[in-house]
């Protein structure tokens, strides 16, 4: 796996690739190897106009990245509350869904949510959601297994009766509103991710911002947050406004964007980059920032080793102790005080020989180092 570098794109390829889909920085470490992505919008309830657009850049994006794109988005003649059905994407998708195994599954390195929106906002389980039983399964074993998932603005509004989906694509958050489209700032929390390294620090857009059932920070690693105070919010208003976000997730990798409603992002040469960050750290090609750790995730490997001795049982009550007050420090914007105690509880977690338990310590001190100004 690489680190993430940005660079201007060169060459007559990239000049082209480029152009087509507005990217202006791409990274520079993309996978060695082609693979191959699926880009979902299949769509039993409102249709997002952006999917199209979607479609068109992950592909223009794939032809400069090295990685090629599989399509489910089929047309819908049924129609919905909102009095139509759903065209999809006829001339590009597959014949038949894809969601047939984990194993069928694995041949995507990640697989694009674009806004599949259900209509299974008032988690009717007897109405239709966009996976099946069985479809649903083989995604679960699909990120069980290592896999990718991205999920755009819409992504959280589907399958609203389905707990695990809902987890998988932001600590149990689902779209529950939002105001009228209006120009908006968004503040980058965790700038050294390979999907926010090339934002600025603020980020206005204009965008239909979404307001969530539930704050999903305790369970996510925050990557952008919308400052409230610079547009309307309305009566769902979140206060702590988390937009962006990523996790590793059951074994897999999540990473969702809540922006991207517009059809103009996706030939936003900064959102382009943005989303080709999340679309390669998913796919386990780019690392950095942290890798999308979390303090909860981390305490969850403590918690979970079996001990066995008191000299154990002393350094797993040691390590647990650094983290709370390295989580503490953190959260409190002390981020210098966080890694040094963070630095303690990495030789602590040594005596207890988990490479995993050390390794994501390690994140830990690579995320709280990249806040450090």
Known sequence: ???????????????????????AAVPASAADDEYKVLVVGETLGFRHSHIDETTEAVIAIGEERGFTVDVWDPPNDSAGWWGSGSPGQPDLTMDSTPFTSAEDLAQYATIIFASPVDGTNDQDPARPRLLDDSELAALQGYIRAGGGYVGLHAATDTMHAVPWYSELSGGSARFKSHPAQQTATMRVESPGHPSTEMLPAEWTRFDEWYNFTSNPREDVHVLITLDESTYDPGRDAMGDHPLAWCQNFEGGRSWYEGAGHVDSSYSDPLFLAHLTGG?????????????????????GIVTSLSTGSNRAEKLSADVSGYLDRAETAADAGEHAAAIKILQQAKGKAHGLQDATLVAKIADLIEWQQTLVF
């Open 279 to 299: 679309i390669e750290w998913t796919a386990g090609k780019v690392s950095g920032g942290g890798d999308c750790v979390t303090f909860k995730e981390v305490d």
């Open 1 to 23: 796996m690489k680190h993430h570098a940005w660079r201007l794109a060169t060459g007559l390829t990239a000049a082209a690739s480029a152009l087509a889909v507005g990217v």
